[in-house]
């Protein structure tokens, strides 16, 4: 029996229902006290990409100013035109090694040059991953530093047919040099992370079973100062069962979303898909689970058919014809046209959505940054990359077309960490910052 006891208490022990008994369960996934309320504004970054250059002629607007007809592309996005901000004439101008997909898509976010690496490209020279972080998990960085801001999750990366292959052309987020993050382009599977608490649950109601079996067990043998000290760890367990027994959505400002089911990850789906990982991204707000979020259609040299579009090319394939083949032009601006009812479904959810706790919607308190990575396909061109912002709250003055002297697309990645509150003097390669954020205020 002293074995039994030895072995059993080592294993509370290691349970941590002894001395570490609040620092282990604080730590069991997803049981942890609810996050507390933050202090309103939040601030919500959203960057979503669309691949394969845009069809210029149909995207950016004539004028500048706040007196601006939206273009084909662009038509879409009517309803938040006075919350909308075109930038023509932001530039991806970070060389080095990698074909310009390689350096469009992971120095779009990072701002800086690609690793030496063996991945071949184009005719250009082969690269590697990123040297450093990009600015959105550098900003999940900063709210994650501060407890007013911090939230369960920091930053939630999704995909929508983006494969499982792993290489330049499909990441476009990294946590630090060499470290490319992977978006989840499965729903379910960011659904079981962001609520997936049964299991974890389970698990732990069969080890607290086991626990009270132990301390009823042991109680008789020890001495009074141990006997409290186990009648303490017996109230932690009726407390964790208590808990355990409450539902697991109770905490949350919004249930989570119904998702339909036996929806495959395949190329024709991917417009239900969308819509699936928009649900979710705006539940994440509604329930502060972050406050970044990225959200990547296809990758790079996306081959995806919009066959729900009645296109049976695939989209790189289509991005290489020749401004003259105006067959190629007109499948073209269907698919940035849909890419840009995308981000307007977004957009609306975000609108439609109350604050929770505060006043207003979701949108007053979110910047969405549609981009991509390249300005136009069958050039191959970094120059004019499409930058679209659309929403509030972050210091911006919304509601113009804005053409700039073809600056480092660096300095617009500081621009958004200083409107966050995070005034670092570069970002990326320091000479593509050194004139410091853009005036979009």
């Given at each position: 029996m002293n074995d039994l006891m030895?072995?059993?208490?080592?294993?509370?022990?290691?349970?941590?229902?002894?001395?570490?008994?609040?620092?282990?369960?604080?730590?069991?996934?997803?049981?942890?006290?609810?996050?507390?309320?933050?202090?309103?504004?939040?601030?919500r970054l959203v960057i979503v990409f669309s691949p394969n250059g845009t069809i210029p002629k149909h995207f950016w607007p004539d004028q500048q100013g706040n007196d601006f007809e939206l273009k084909r592309i662009l038509k879409p996005l009517e309803p938040f035109q006075d919350r909308l901000l075109t930038l023509r004439g932001v530039c991806n101008?970070?060389?080095?090694?990698?074909?310009?997909?390689?350096?469009?898509?992971?120095?779009?976010?990072?701002g800086i040059e690609l690793f030496p690496g063996n991945i071949?490209?184009?005719?250009?020279?082969?690269?590697g991953w990123a040297k450093?972080?990009?600015?959105?998990?550098?900003?999940?960085?900063?709210?994650?530093a501060n407890n007013k801001t911090r939230t369960r999750f920091g930053s939630l990366n999704l995909g929508v047919g983006v494969t499982?292959?792993?290489?330049?052309?499909?990441?476009?987020?990294?946590?630090?040099?060499?470290?490319?993050v992977a978006p989840i382009d499965d729903p379910y599977q960011a659904y079981r992370k962001l609520y997936?608490?049964?299991?974890?649950?389970?698990?732990?109601?069969?080890?607290?079973?086991?626990?009270?079996?132990?301390?009823?067990?042991?109680?008789?043998?020890?001495?009074?100062?141990d006997r409290h000290l186990l009648e303490q760890h017996a109230k932690l367990v009726s407390r964790m069962e208590k808990d355990l027994a409450t539902d697991s959505n109770?905490?949350?400002?919004?249930?989570?979303?119904e998702l339909p089911a036996g929806i495959t990850n395949q190329n024709?789906?991917?417009?239900?898909?969308?819509?699936?990982?928009?649900?979710?991204?705006?539940?994440?707000?509604?329930?502060?689970?972050?406050?970044?979020?990225?959200?990547?259609?296809?990758?790079?040299?996306?081959?995806?058919?919009?066959n729900w579009l009645e296109i049976e090319k695939g989209h790189h394939s289509l991005s290489h014809e020749p401004d003259g083949n105006a067959d190629a032009v007109a499948d073209l601006t269907k698919i940035n046209t849909w890419f840009a009812g995308e981000v307007a479904n977004l957009a609306k959810k975000l609108a439609d959505t109350p604050e929770p706790g505060g006043t207003g919607c979701l949108l007053d308190n979110t910047l969405i940054v549609w981009t991509n990575e390249l300005g136009k396909g069958n050039n191959h061109t970094l120059n004019d990359v499409p930058f679209v912002l659309i929403g509030s709250g972050w210091g911006f003055r919304m509601g113009r077309s804005l053409r700039l002297p073809g600056v480092p697309h660096n300095r617009l990645l500081l621009s958004l960490a200083h409107a966050a509150g995070h005034p670092i003097e570069t970002f990326g390669n320091p000479k593509l910052s050194a004139r410091g954020p853009l005036d979009l205020g």
């Open positions: 030895h072995t059993r208490r080592a294993f509370l022990r290691n349970l941590g229902l002894s001395a570490s008994a609040a620092p282990f369960l604080s730590q069991l996934p997803y049981l942890g006290a609810s996050p507390v309320v933050k202090a309103a504004p939040k601030q101008k970070i060389g080095g090694d990698g074909d310009r997909h390689m350096r469009g898509m992971s120095c779009l976010l990072t071949q490209g184009g005719s250009d020279t082969p690269a450093g972080i990009s600015i959105d998990q550098e900003l999940k960085n900063h709210f994650q499982d292959r792993a290489d330049p052309w499909t990441r476009m987020s990294y946590a630090g040099p060499n470290q490319p997936g608490k049964g299991r974890e649950r389970k698990s732990v109601h069969g080890i607290l079973d086991d626990v009270r079996a132990d301390l009823a067990q042991i109680a008789p043998r020890l001495a009074p100062n109770a905490s949350l400002q919004a249930p989570p979303p024709d789906n991917l417009p239900t898909l969308a819509r699936m990982q928009s649900d979710m991204l705006v539940n994440t707000f509604v329930n502060d689970f972050a406050r970044v979020a990225t959200l990547q259609f296809t990758k790079s040299v996306g081959q995806a058919k919009m």
